[in-house]
């Protein structure tokens, strides 16, 4: 899937928090927490501050855990989640501290789900429910 | 049978409140609860959930948070003229989109479809209506927290949370306890409570921002599967002849083991997530907000009906303001204790020096 020029937080739905520079989204909709590792806090805040994914690509270029191709399989990964859309916005340059930042980052880019809300089933059916389906459609403890 | 769709749901809610407040003279026991900072009066009939209300809480004196009183009517086509609960009328339904639905009207809610059990909560007006088939039709997890829900928005209300996590103390400073079931949290709580710490509760506590952070006792109700009723010595200790609860667990009530009364406070210095470590000694290693946020905030907003971004924007600035840790639990409960006695018998700049140096 070609790239577009530029992203945006995919809905309303998306809010996310920074800790000690690492990212954590949430889906406020189904409830699935996102964890990103240290590039892929840097690239989600750009991304998701509207910066254009050509800038981007440029700002990656010496970092050791950022390749181009990485970066698009990632980028690819976020709109999968639901966690980014295409923008028709005009895309922002990147700031000047992203190249270091990049560079400096120690791991690879990823993002973990975490969905692991089964084990509270047991304690408390009160969401025994298959989001977005809800009621009467029962998780599926796996 | 009535049936309500995401579009009649504000006006249903308003219809709840407006006819148990028309009932409310024939409501025949009320019933006070004083929890922090909230005097919680229950309009209700004797039975099941009226005992409930009477054993579930722990009440405490001498707190500094100013208090309100609201009004809960818990109710059933036997009361007065309480309508019979309507069923859920669309195909769809899902927890956010409902809570957001009544949100837009000002209005807070829960329905569990099962048992048609409603619960509605006006926030500003401070009353709540929670309407049943009849007097004993509510869910089973409502005995040991009951009306949390209504805890849940009103406290919401007031920029608290409560927060679904354990708390050990010592001389009035304490830490968290966060994560999911079955990560040893509950375990942790009952060990320490036998080894002499303090705890204003597990499963649910009233966490205040407002200078620093301080966790408050609502629950009285501690709870432990058989193999942990066992290993803690909780067999010697209360008996086997209670009955077990829904979970098919051990429920018993704080007081019955705590070394000391129960405080009203403790100052939070540090969160800790316990895991099952698997060695023969435990150890409290730090861990990143990143990690230690998601297993706080993800229980913690789950098991609460509504408010999901303001849960999660408190949970990260709570976490923030603490050092976290990542405890991996030993086999002996004396052991456990005792490392988390030490730990917090340690200065909490200290504490803040090891996160530090993550």
């Known amino acids: ?87 028709s916005a005009t895309p922002l340059p990147s700031s000047d501290d992203l190249p270091a930042a990049l560079a400096a980052a120690s791991e690879p880019l990823n993002v973990s789900v975490h969905d692991d809300l089964a084990d509270l089933i047991t304690v408390d059916p009160i969401h025994e429910v298959e989001e977005p389906l809800g009621w009467p459609a029962v998780k599926q403890v796996s | 049978m009535p049936r309500v769709t995401l579009e009649t749901l504000p006006d249903y809610a308003r219809f709840l409140i407006a006819a148990a407040e028309g009932a409310a003279a024939q409501f025949p026991v009320r019933r006070t609860v004083r929890l922090p900072g909230l005097e919680l009066i229950a309009h209700l009939d004797p039975g099941a959930f009226a005992d409930a209300l009477g054993h579930a809480f722990l009440e405490t004196d001498g707190d500094s948070l100013s208090s309100r009183q609201c009004r809960i009517f818990i109710g059933h086509p036997g009361v007065g003229g309480m309508p019979v609960p309507a069923s859920w009328g669309d195909a769809h339904f899902t927890e956010h989109g409902f809570a957001q639905k009544l949100a837009e009207v000002g209005l807070r809610g829960h329905h569990y479809h099962d048992l048609d059990f409603w619960q509605v909560y006006d926030p500003d007006r401070r009353v709540g209506v929670q309407l049943m088939r009849s007097a004993d039709a509510f869910p089973p997890w409502e005995q040991g927290a009951p009306l949390r829900a209504f805890l849940h928005w009103e406290y919401a209300a007031r920029g608290m949370r409560l927060a679904h996590t354990g ?32 705890s204003v509760g597990d499963d649910y506590v009233l966490i205040d921002l407002e200078s620093g952070v301080t966790a408050r006792p609502l629950f009285s109700i501690l709870k432990q599967d058989p193999q942990g009723f066992v290993r803690l010595g909780l067999e010697r200790r209360l008996g086997t002849d209670r009955p077990i609860n829904w979970q098919g667990k051990h429920a018993f009530h704080i007081n019955e083991i705590a070394p000391r009364p129960m405080r009203a406070t403790l100052d939070i210095f540090a969160l800790m997530v316990p895991h099952i470590g698997g060695g023969e000694t435990s150890s409290i290693v730090p861990m990143s907000r990143k990690d230690a946020v998601i297993a706080l905030a993800s229980s913690g907003i789950a098991q609460m009906p509504g408010e999901r971004e303001s849960g999660f924007r408190f949970f990260s600035d709570l976490t923030r303001l603490l050092p976290c840790y990542r405890l991996l639990l030993g086999t002996h409960p004396e052991e456990i204790a005792g490392t988390i006695a030490d730990f917090l018998a340690r200065a909490p700049d200290e504490a803040e020096r090891d996160h530090a140096g993550l």
């Open chain 1, 1 to 87: 899937m070609p790239l577009s020029e530029v992203y945006a937080v995919a809905s309303k739905d998306i809010v996310f928090e920074s800790f000690d520079g690492e990212a954590v989204v949430l889906d406020l909709s189904n409830g699935k927490y996102f964890g990103f590792s240290d590039s892929g806090s840097k690239v989600w805040q750009a991304l998701s501050s509207g910066v254009g994914t050509e800038a981007l690509i440029r700002s990656a270029a010496g970092a050791e855990m950022v390749s181009a191709e990485a970066l698009e399989t990632f980028i690819a990964q976020l709109v999968e989640l639901g966690l980014l859309a295409p923008s």
């Open chain 2, 167 to 198: 708390t050990l103390g010592l001389d009035g400073r304490g830490v968290l306890l966060a994560g999911a079931g079955g990560a040893g949290k509950s375990g942790t709580v009952v060990a320490g409570l036998l080894n002499g710490l303090d």
